[in-house]
């Protein structure tokens, strides 16, 4: 394979060279024809396969995939190995749907819980995210797909994502920030890994020597190829002098005879270029390697979402009434016990094969209980009290309440962070009014990220953390509410009482085009043990 490379590094051109250092579009590397180099497909996502229908337009809807539950569930797992199952299943379907690379695993950490991605990563702690990345990289490779683990570095909140300089101290960077890509790289050596938007201590991730050279390639020895967030190169010649192999998307002429001009007039060293030329060439001749194409098993993956799901909820609280048993009426309460909401917004976002309604699940498991259903919530942040007392009125009746609370879309998503940890209030009034002529509530939560609950907590029989469970979360909740699966998961990341609690609460989102990290390593537990801070 080496020796392939070098030959076909050698009889390519410069302009073949600066045309392949960019992609020919949004999703595909850009081939040369005359030396038979072929085009490599790549796609989202962190928990399923985002394969748009028109290559030319981005925002197109994308083609049926199963929706996995994303990271912040499947960290809450701590199994490795049922990571990698779900790898592999992502890796089958990328084949179906013709895709050579994944782009996942998000590994950040979550610095703050207010992070609008922080569903699409797996922990605050270093070791445990970079145990499921490295588990969900070997999954997807071992069947010939690449991945790429993203995004490299410090991208912790999505305020300013395209320029703000996260300001890390050397230790912290080297203690919490870089360990899990460190750990997923030198154990399962991802295809690609994929710079970040933002700037590390005033150098932008596309354009960072220190970290894609320094440390990744030399120290960390990374032999694939570093591809760009889609629009984070801001100088193509910059960027190639700092590392960064491939920028997507493409096509840009104008910065491809840039970089031809550069090369030409010495301000660019070809050797760079060539560098460049050569790991994108090794792993599109990679991925060239896996006949694309066929089927996948929906029902067998669409079963794996449903034990994954089952598996990586939480039981935050229970006073014995979990599991169900003999329970001849249901109140069944909350929009999302009628619409599941099972996967956050942004790239990640899945256009799924079927997705359970949890109402309809829990009916199925429920034998010959009555279920009756209400609303409670609306889907906006609106306040309607006429939706509690409904919720009341169906409540009191029964024998237990169960309601299903999803944090709405508009609270949390790629592309900005909350500004609170709360539920809506009409949500939290809803709890509180339900659990006061209830005492046998349960409370499902669906959310990517911790929310404070000391308004209700102390008034519920049970709290089940459901995540943004994937398209068979439905039927995982039904499982764990009736005790079919034992909720054996645990948290893998602090729920703080209050907002003002957090490590990077003085520093969040920062200011002036920069964020300090000033908490350094005391992230997460890390704080919350050595100051003794209840949680
Ligand atoms: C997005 C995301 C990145 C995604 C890429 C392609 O902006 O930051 O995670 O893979 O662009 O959609």
Request: charged share 20%.
């Amino acid at each position: 394979m080496t020796q392939d490379i070098e030959s076909l590094l050698n009889q390519m051109t410069l302009e073949e060279k600066a045309a392949l250092v960019t992609g020919a579009t949004a999703w595909t590397s850009t081939p040369v024809k005359r030396l038979g180099i072929p085009s490599m497909m790549v796609t989202d996502g962190p928990h399923g396969v985002r394969k748009v229908n028109n290559l030319d337009d981005v925002a197109s809807e994308s083609l049926p995939a199963t929706c996995f539950p994303t990271a912040s569930c499947m960290a809450s797992s701590w199994d490795p190995g049922l990571v990698r199952a779900v790898g592999e299943a992502i890796a089958e379907e990328c084949i179906a749907l013709g895709v050579n690379v994944i782009l996942g695993p998000g590994t950040n950490i979550k610095r703050s819980p207010l992070g609008g991605r922080n569903f699409e990563y797996y922990s605050e702690d270093p070791y445990l995210s970079g145990r499921m990345a490295t588990s969900f990289i070997h999954g997807v490779q071992s069947k010939g797909v690449g991945t790429s683990l993203k995004h490299y570095a410090t991208n912790n909140q999505e305020y300013q994502r395209f320029s703000i300089s996260s300001e890390v101290d050397e230790r912290t960077l080297r203690e919490i920030y870089l360990p899990a890509f460190e750990a997923a790289v030198k154990d399962a050596m991802p295809w690609t890994v994929m710079c970040c938007y933002n700037k590390v201590n005033g150098v932008y991730g596309s354009e960072n020597h220190y970290l894609l050279v320094d440390i990744l390639k030399e120290q960390w020895g990374f032999d694939g190829l570093v591809v760009s967030d889609w629009g984070a190169v801001h100088d193509r010649v910059k960027s190639l002098k700092g590392g960064l192999d491939w920028e997507m998307p493409g096509p840009d002429p104008r910065r491809t005879q840039a970089v031809v001009d550069a090369v030409k007039n010495g301000s660019l060293d070809s050797a760079a270029l060539d560098e460049s030329a050569r790991r994108i060439l090794r792993i599109v001749m990679k991925a060239s390697e896996t006949k694309l194409g066929g089927k996948f098993d929906v029902d067998a993956h669409h079963a794996l979402a449903r034990r994954v799901a089952a598996e990586g909820m939480v039981l935050l609280k229970n006073n014995g009434i979990l599991p169900l048993q003999s329970m001849n009426h249901i109140a069944v309460i909350g929009k999302a016990a009628q619409a599941a909401h099972f996967q956050g917004g942004g790239s990640s976002h899945i256009n799924p094969t079927r997705v359970d309604v949890p109402f309809v699940e829990l009916q199925k498991l429920a034998g010959a209980a009555e279920l009756t259903y209400a609303q409670g919530y609306p889907a906006d942040d609106s306040q309607q009290p006429a939706l509690i007392e409904q919720a009341v009125q169906v409540a009191k009746t029964a024998d237990v309440a169960l309601l299903y609370i999803a944090l709405p879309g508009f609270k949390e998503s790629e592309g900005y962070d909350r500004s609170d940890l709360d539920l809506t209030r009409q949500q939290v009034a809803l709890i509180q009014a339900v659990s006061a002529v209830q005492p046998k509530t349960v409370v499902i939560l669906n959310n990517g990220a911790p929310v404070v609950m000391s308004e209700w907590i102390d008034g519920v029989a049970a709290v089940l953390e459901a995540w943004m469970m994937g398209q068979a979360g439905g039927g995982a909740i039904a499982d764990v509410l009736f005790g079919r699966v034992n909720p054996c998961g645990k948290l893998a990341e602090t729920y703080p009482v209050k907002l003002s609690d957090t490590p990077s609460y003085l520093n969040f989102p920062g200011e002036n085009g920069a964020v300090r990290y000033g908490e350094g390593i005391f992230v997460g537990y890390r704080y919350y043990d050595a100051r003794q801070v209840p949680v």
